[in-house]
């Protein structure tokens, strides 16, 4: 059908378009490892939450055990990376099984 997705709107987590010039050497990375792929909103995320998980890590020393990754991940507080559009905070959430989540926090973006 022509024309069918020409106002086509969706919501997305990050904040550039993989064509973007603030993304372009992670762009670049992603050309020189897999030659004829492309950069994509797919990559941008993955990227962003690795850096998240490399700070956790970071945090979390070098003996590393489930708890002191919970312990360090919750410490994760307006974390900026390279893709996402605004900083990440990590909570601590228990669900019960058969429980709904109650959402107490959210970051916003301006």
């Known amino acids: 059908m022509p024309g069918a997705v020409a ?13 973007s010039l603030e993304v372009v050497n992670w762009s670049k990375t992603v050309e020189a490892k897999f030659p004829g792929d492309r950069l994509s909103v797919y ?14 890590f970071r945090r979390a020393g070098p003996d590393l055990t489930p708890t002191k990754f919970i312990d360090a991940m919750v410490t994760v507080r307006d974390f900026h990376d390279d893709t996402h559009g605004g900083g990440i905070t990590c909570t601590r959430i228990q669900k ?15």
């Open 7 to 19: 106002n086509f709107v969706t919501i997305t987590q990050v904040r550039y378009m993989p064509d």
């Open 96 to 110: 019960q099984p058969g429980s709904l989540v109650k959402i107490i926090d959210a970051t916003t973006v301006d």
């Open 43 to 56: 990559n941008l995320n993955g990227i962003g939450n690795a850096q998240v998980l490399a700070e956790v």
